[in-house]
């Protein structure tokens, strides 16, 4: 019997950025937009990032936040 390969959460940090618009949308095309979170210091994503899946602000240098 072949178990299923569990699809864990991605995210991508800086999302909003050239590289990571592109990186973001094709992750979300090959695994899913519910699987790839995209997360950057700016509150206002653009619209192919805010209709393609989830989006939080996140500052990766403040640990807590």
Known sequence: MKMKKEIKKILVTGALGQIGTELTLALRKKYGGANVIAS???PKPTKAIEDS???EVIDVTKPDS
């Open 40 to 42: 950057d210091l700016r």
């Open 53 to 55: 899946g989830p989006f």
